[in-house]
């Protein structure tokens, strides 16, 4: 099976498909688009896009918004994470909690995906975590050399995509994403 992902994100791309092609599905990017309303959180975005992606007749498509919510922040940046990212940075984020001591936090990602038939898939999951003090790591992508998950000492950003796709919000809602589409289709 061979679904395209929506992103311009080589990360995601590259989670994706660590994740999906142990199960034999194919995942390639596609040259598609979807307007991201402002919403109030990440499962409202994902099905205003699945509902213009399947009004234009665009099928076998994934697509998936995540956040970072942090708790002493009232939740933000939320669904402006990657807003707040381009603008701000890890860095500006730091700058805010500079004097904070709840870094308590969470990711959260919601896949939707759109099969041929029509038929749709969508799954939220989320890890729990915290903001560290500083930046650490040079990989991953985002928000991650900030975000230290529960149970761990290290940010994503100081893990292999092996090590964090078994932890990961978008790891977890991947896999998610592969159990229901398994019982939706044969794979």
Do not use: W
């Not at 688009?33 to 699945?50: F, K, M």
């Not at 040079?138 to 998950?149: T, V």
């Amino acid at each position: 099976m061979k679904l395209g992902l929506i992103t311009s994100n080589e990360g995601k791309l590259r989670e994706f498909r660590s994740e999906l092609s142990r199960l034999g599905i194919e995942v390639a990017r596609v040259d598609e688009s979807c307007e991201e309303i402002q919403a109030d959180t990440i499962e409202e975005v994902i099905q205003y896009c699945l509902k213009d992606l399947k009004s234009r007749g665009v099928g076998d498509v994934i697509l998936d918004d995540s956040g970072l919510f942090i708790d002493s922040l009232e939740g933000f940046p939320g669904v402006y994470s990657s807003y707040v990212y381009k603008t701000l940075g890890c860095k500006g984020i730091l700058k805010l909690m500079d004097k904070i001591s709840d870094r308590r936090a969470h990711f959260s990602c919601c896949i939707g995906c759109i099969l041929g038939d029509g038929q749709e898939i969508v799954v939220t999951e989320k890890v729990e975590g915290r903001i560290g003090t500083e930046e650490r790591g040079d990989k991953g992508f985002g928000f991650d050399p900030i975000f230290i998950p529960e149970g761990d000492s290290r940010t994503f950003a100081e893990m292999s995509i092996e090590g964090k796709n078994p932890i990961s919000h978008r790891g977890r809602a991947i896999r998610a994403f592969a159990l229901a589409l398994r019982k939706k289709v044969e794979v």
